[in-house]
């Protein structure tokens, strides 16, 4: 079953503050990791869906703020799609992607090729934020990004569309479970905080 409503700070953070908003509880770390490490967070290749040529995430989307979002096309949570995609719509110009990774790790519920996740993504939902090949994000079979990830945070995805959110110098600042909608107030607060900080010289 999906975890419940909570958003949770990343690595072994120095210090840290913790805020009610709503019915969820955002702690925000003041973070230990130096931005080499968060740099490395992020160097790794993955295939666009359905492409053929890796890319680089650290090289394409460094520098911006992220919402890493595994995704599964026959989930109770299918429809944030259209939420995750106003994100994209609405901030995109201000330095923010979403980031969608299928997976069928869930009661198999992404059973499709990834043509088939494309199309569907594209034919019901008018997705066009970046969605990349197909993977596995739990158990140790998981995609190295997914292990970073869960290894930042201390929690894995429960289920599909969980939540990481990375600020523009690579760091996880906060996570977010299925039950977070896309535009959940504190998502898109934790969202408009981190497209405050001015992106740093590269």
């Given at each position: 079953?999906?975890?419940?409503?909570?958003?949770?700070?990343?690595?072994?953070?120095?210090?840290?503050?913790?805020?009610?908003?709503?019915?969820?509880?955002?702690?925000?770390?003041?973070?230990?990791?130096?931005?080499?490490?968060?740099?490395?967070?992020?160097?790794?290749?993955?295939?666009?869906?359905?492409?053929?040529?890796?890319?680089?995430?650290?090289?394409?989307?460094?520098?911006?703020?992220?919402?890493?979002?595994?995704?599964?096309?026959?989930?109770?949570?299918?429809?944030?799609?259209?939420?995750?995609?106003?994100?994209?719509?609405?901030?995109?110009?201000?330095?923010?992607?979403?980031?969608?990774?299928?997976?069928?790790?869930?009661?198999?519920?992404?059973?499709?090729?990834?043509?088939?996740?494309?199309?569907?993504?594209?034919?019901?939902?008018g997705v066009k934020f970046p969605m990349f090949q197909k993977v596995q994000v739990t158990g140790t079979d998981a995609t190295p990004l997914y292990q970073?990830?869960?290894?930042?945070?201390?929690?894995?995805?429960?289920?599909?569309?969980?939540?990481?959110?990375?600020?523009?110098?690579?760091?996880?600042?906060?996570?977010?479970?299925?039950?977070?909608?896309?535009?959940?107030?504190?998502?898109?607060?934790?969202?408009?905080?981190?497209?405050?900080?001015?992106?740093?010289?590269?």
């Amino acid at each position: 079953m999906p975890q419940s409503h909570r958003a949770t700070s990343p690595f072994h953070a120095t210090r840290a503050r913790a805020r009610r908003w709503g019915s969820g509880l955002l702690l925000v770390g003041m973070l230990g990791a130096g931005s080499a490490q968060a740099a490395d967070l992020l160097d790794l290749n993955y295939r666009p869906l359905a492409g053929k040529t890796e890319v680089n995430l650290e090289k394409q989307y460094g520098g911006k703020v992220l919402l890493v979002v595994n995704t599964a096309s026959k989930c109770g949570f299918t429809p944030q799609y259209e939420a995750l995609e106003g994100l994209q719509t609405r901030y995109a110009a201000r330095g923010f992607s979403v980031l969608g990774f299928p997976s069928n790790d869930f009661k198999g519920q992404e059973p499709g090729s990834e043509k088939e996740i494309q199309e569907f993504c594209t034919l019901t939902y008018g997705v066009k934020f970046p969605m990349f090949q197909k993977v596995q994000v739990t158990g140790t079979d998981a995609t190295p990004l997914y292990q970073r990830l869960t290894a930042a945070t201390g929690v894995a995805p429960g289920w599909n569309f969980h939540k990481y959110l990375l600020s523009r110098d690579g760091r996880v600042v906060a996570q977010f479970s299925s039950k977070v909608k896309p535009d959940d107030k504190e998502l898109v607060a934790a969202i408009e905080r981190e497209l405050s900080v001015a992106p740093a010289k590269r």
